[in-house]
């Protein structure tokens, strides 16, 4: 059975992840009408701009209408109508749905209520599979491989869904994880367990000096303030890890700078011109990832 619905990076196999990867090297740079006289629902019940936005151009680019919710307070959620209405209702409004939620679970959820592709664009602190497709794309497109690197994670791994995502589909590669984080944010352990089952080698540290040393890939990611209890505990966390272009020289000429954005403080500003900078590169591939997701779900529901 081919993929209509992309929920979890869990169940990405290695061949599918390589796959998108060639689809969005394709349509780079392209606008087709695969998608034409589709229309796609783009229902963010959680702030977003780039996700959604670029969801949005790529559904463009691909000749399809766009609906779109980007403001929670303005839909009838707000006036307590279930998720599994919400969805019942966009299955008949729209032919493709790309969905974000506050709470994790949600587009496992969404799936029991319509068959449509369907995408998740984040679910709480969980899961945000194109986000890490999109990396996969990066990390291919900067180093021109995966397998043999060193991939270093750095801050809040603990409710960075993006990390969640990308550390499923890298546990089916030969690359090496760092993580880098304090104590309070490391790596939920059932994603060590993914590592050690899958053979991968990994190792946890604290000093950020001596990780950027050894690495390839440096994956930076906010302290996600909406995940904690009180500000006091965000501001305990927020700038731990401070990318510096000193640190990045560490690195050396052909270490890459990545981060899914937003950015807080945790790249400073003087790092953005360094050739080592990938992550506004990272925006445009996604823009041509989220186009091979859509157009290749669609075509393997609608035909
Ligand atoms: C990420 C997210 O929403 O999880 N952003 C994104 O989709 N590019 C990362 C974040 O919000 O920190």
């Given amino acids: 059975m081919k993929r209509t619905q992309l929920v979890t990076t869990a169940d990405l196999k290695r061949e599918e992840v390589d796959f998108f990867i060639s689809e969005a090297e394709s349509l780079r740079g392209k606008t087709t009408q695969d998608l034409k006289g589709k229309v796609v629902a783009a229902l963010f019940f ?24 980007a403001d929670a307070s303005t839909t009838s959620t707000k006036k307590g109508e279930t998720l599994a209405d919400t969805i019942r209702v966009f299955d008949k409004l729209a032919d493709i749905i790309v969905m974000r939620q506050p709470t994790a ?3 496992d959820e969404a799936i029991k209520y319509t068959p449509k592709p369907l995408i998740n664009g984040g679910d ?8 890490a497709l999109l990396d996969m794309y990066t990390i291919h497109r900067e180093r021109g491989m995966i397998d043999g690197l060193t991939i270093t994670f750095v801050g809040d791994l603990k409710f960075s869904r993006t990390v969640h995502s990308l550390i499923y589909i890298l546990a089916q590669y030969k690359a090496k994880i760092i993580f880098v984080s304090p104590e309070e944010l490391q790596i939920p352990r059932e994603y060590i367990e993914i590592l050690k089952k899958a053979g991968v080698a990994f190792e946890e540290m604290t000093d950020f000096a001596e990780a950027i040393k050894k690495s390839d890939i440096l994956y930076m990611t906010r302290v996600q303030k909406e ?4 500000e006091a505990d965000y501001l305990k966390h927020k700038g731990a890890y401070i990318l510096t272009p000193t640190l990045v020289e560490l690195g050396g000429k052909h270490i890459r700078v990545m981060h899914p954005l937003p950015r807080v403080d945790e790249i400073e500003t003087g790092v953005d011109e360094m050739p080592q900078a990938a992550y506004f590169r990272q925006v445009e591939n996604g823009l041509y990832m989220r186009m091979a997701l859509l157009k290749n779900l669609s075509k393997n529901y609608y035909g």
């Fill in 46 to 69: 959680e702030p977003s701009t780039r996700t959604r936005l670029s969801f949005e151009s790529a559904a463009l680019r691909l000749g399809a209408g766009v609906i779109s919710v």
């Fill in 105 to 107: 679970g949600a587009a």
């Fill in 124 to 131: 709480g602190a969980n899961q945000h599979p194109s986000q």
């Fill in 227 to 230: 995940r904690f209890e009180t």
